[in-house]
């Protein structure tokens, strides 16, 4: 195991569909890494980065024979989420030992810190955070990415919750009107668990949303998305 | 207007959100054609076909004044669907208008009629008929598609309503593994007013396919779907 990095996994699940974005729907495996250089105040994943959750540090091999004990056979897709999966070297040689197995690997980081392995990702999802979640872009540092990474390849996806962030998700698909753009409803009730009532509020908003971005003459080619997952069970994890 | 072709049109609506496939969640303009080859058993669209619906001849710049005058400016993207849009011949001469004034333009169809705009469209979305339909593929046509398109912005999409239709599916992707597959849950319950239960049952019916999808080593580079116009609007018209 000379030279490899281990990454703090916090969980493994799947093969569940990928509830949001550029590839919604996917059949994919969930890896989430522990960790985050953010602190969004309507974090969904803060059992990654708040100390409620308990990460344990694995080489590729170990990720890789994980994934095979729940659905060998059944996946060829990959989703690595976080945290900011971003902060961990060792994700390169996962992708790598991934595609060596002819599995593909997607990404989703708010476009904070900037690996190489990132180039080699067949999904990169930057979600630069909006500011309802009280955290600041640093546009110098989403330029590289913008300028690293393949358009093919990536997209942009902002979440939102109110006015604000959504003046904010258009100055993030006007500074790069060629990336894939989606606008996503936020989840302002991460704890309940009626979900039912949850699903007629995330309605709701989608709803108002899709109403808003249709009136609006800058938003022409962009895609808006529920997060299906949540639709489907609520804030429950592992699904 | 000398050699233009009109196409029979049914209805112009929009902008909204494409509710299906590929594209799901775009921005885009509907424009739906008369006439259809088949006659599928669940058709949502029958009033394209049956008589109870009437359209109107229009060529591409009756089409494009109309959409125009819903949406000037605030729509880079339009839809065209049926009945099958590939029995008409005019839509070239519109697919070409469009793209010089920056329009996107995405088409579905059975895929039972070849027409050679077809290689001038965006997204094209071939939806062969499953068995529940009462429709019977006629696989060398569907061939000729698939060799004709570019992998790149085709899909292809079964609907599923029961065990044959999911046996179809597999058929389907096998043999075309290169192109993007989706499965749909199919809407058993097309008349209904009541969103409330429709919901619900599409719900289930989603999630029972998710799970069945998830469990089966033969569709892996697959994605999974709601149409999520009907989980927003039920089975209203024009949204
Ligand atoms: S960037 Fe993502 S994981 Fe990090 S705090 Fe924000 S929402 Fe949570
Ligand atoms: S092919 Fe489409 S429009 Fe034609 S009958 Fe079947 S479902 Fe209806």
Known sequence: MTGQKPIPVMEIFGPTIQGEGMVIGRKTMFVRTGGCDYRCRWCDSAFTWDGTGKSKPMVAEDIISKLDTLAAGRFDHVTLSGGNPALHAGIGDLIHKLHAKNIQAAVETQGTIWQDWLTHVDDVTI?????SSGMETDWKKLDTFMTKLSPQKTSLKVVIFNEEDYAFAKLVHMRYPHISFFLQVGNDDIHTTDDTTL???LRYHYE????????DSTLTNVRVLPQLHT???GNKRGV
Chains 1, 2 share one sequence.
Do not use: A, D
């Open 208 to 215: 108002q949303l899709i109403e808003k971005v249709m009136l």
């Open 199 to 201: 699903l007629t509020q």
């Open 231 to 233: 639709w489907m069970w």
């Open 127 to 131: 979600s630069p955070k909006p500011p």
